[in-house]
T-cell receptor
Framework: GAVVSQHPSRVICKSGTSVKIECRSLDFQATTMFWYRQFPKQSLMLMATSNEGSKATYEQGVEKDKFLINHASLTLSTLTVTSAHPEDSSFYIC?????????????FGPGTRLTVL | AQSVTQLGSHVSVSEGALVLLRCNYSSSVPPYLFWYVQYPNQGLQLLLKYTTGATLVKGINGFEAEFKKSETSFHLTKPSAHMSDAAEYFCAVKGDFGNEKLTFGTGTRLTIIP
C-alpha cells in the first residue's frame, strides 16, 4: 500500500526558533499533499493544501507567513513553523493523495509532535 | 459544503462483542466517505472507503461499513471486537467535485473491555 513518512517524529524547540517538518511519499508520486494539525483529543484540522510546483493553498485563519509550505518535488513537501511559540505546540500530520489509489484517497504520515518551550 | 457528525465520543464494548461506530454526513453532492483509525501518537490509517457501487464496504481488520443514502449514514461495524481494536476512529467525507479536501468528524474513542 501507499506509504507516507514524516520526519522528525518528535521535536522540542525553544520559543522563537523555526522548525522544519518533512513529508515524503515513499512509493508513489504525490502531486497533492495536505498538512493537518491535531490538538489533544480533537479531530484533524486542515491547514493547507500543497501542490507540487505551485504555492500552497491555506485554509482560512492559517497564517501563511508563519506556516511555510514547500512542495518542491513529487515526493516531498515541507512545513516550516517560523518563530515558533508555545501555542504552536501540537501534533502535525501530513497526507498525500496517491493518484493510483483511486477515489481521492489520502494516505497519512505518522505525524510529528512539536513541543515549543 | 460537507460535514460529518460522529455520535458518541467514547464507545466501550466487551471483547468479542459487536462494534458499532456511528457516522452521519451532509453533502451537496454524492459523497465519497472514509473511515480512518488512529492509534496513540500515530497518523491515520485507512480502514475503508465508499465511492460508488456496492453500498456495503469491507475494509481491513474485519471492519465494514454500509452507505445508506436515505439515512445519510455510514456506520462502521465489526462483528467481534478484539483488544487490538482499541483506538480513535474518524469518519470523513470528501469535498465537492474537484475539491480533494477531507472533512473529518470529531472522532470516536473505542475502548475494549477484557
Amino acid at each position: 500500500g501507499a506509504v507516507v513518512s514524516q520526519h522528525p517524529s518528535r521535536v522540542i524547540c525553544k520559543s522563537g526558533t523555526s522548525v522544519k517538518i518533512e513529508c515524503r511519499s515513499l512509493d508513489f508520486q504525490a502531486t497533492t499533499m495536505f498538512w493537518y494539525r491535531q490538538f489533544p483529543k480533537q479531530s484533524l484540522m486542515l491547514m493547507a493544501t500543497s501542490n507540487e510546483g505551485s504555492k500552497a493553498t491555506y485554509e482560512q485563519g492559517v497564517e501563511k507567513d508563519k506556516f511555510l509550505i514547500n512542495h518542491a518535488s513529487l515526493t516531498l513537501s515541507t512545513l516550516t513553523v517560523t518563530s515558533a511559540h508555545p501555542e504552536d505546540s501540537s501534533f502535525y500530520i501530513c497526507s498525500a493523495r496517491d493518484p493510483g489509489g483511486g477515489a481521492y484517497t489520502q494516505y497519512f504520515g505518522p505525524g510529528t509532535r512539536l513541543t515549543v518551550l | 459544503a460537507q460535514s460529518v457528525t460522529q455520535l458518541g465520543s467514547h464507545v466501550s464494548v466487551s471483547e468479542g462483542a459487536l462494534v458499532l461506530l456511528r457516522c452521519n454526513y451532509s453533502s451537496s453532492v454524492p459523497p465519497y466517505l472514509f473511515w480512518y483509525v488512529q492509534y496513540p501518537n500515530q497518523g491515520l490509517q485507512l480502514l475503508l472507503k465508499y465511492t460508488t457501487g456496492a453500498t456495503l464496504v469491507k475494509g481491513i481488520n474485519g471492519f465494514e461499513a454500509e452507505f445508506k443514502k436515505s439515512e445519510t449514514s455510514f456506520h462502521l461495524t465489526k462483528p467481534s471486537a478484539h483488544m487490538s481494536d482499541a483506538a480513535e476512529y474518524f469518519c470523513a467525507v470528501k469535498g465537492d467535485f474537484g475539491n480533494e479536501k477531507l472533512t473529518f468528524g470529531t472522532g470516536t474513542r473505542l475502548t475494549i473491555i477484557p
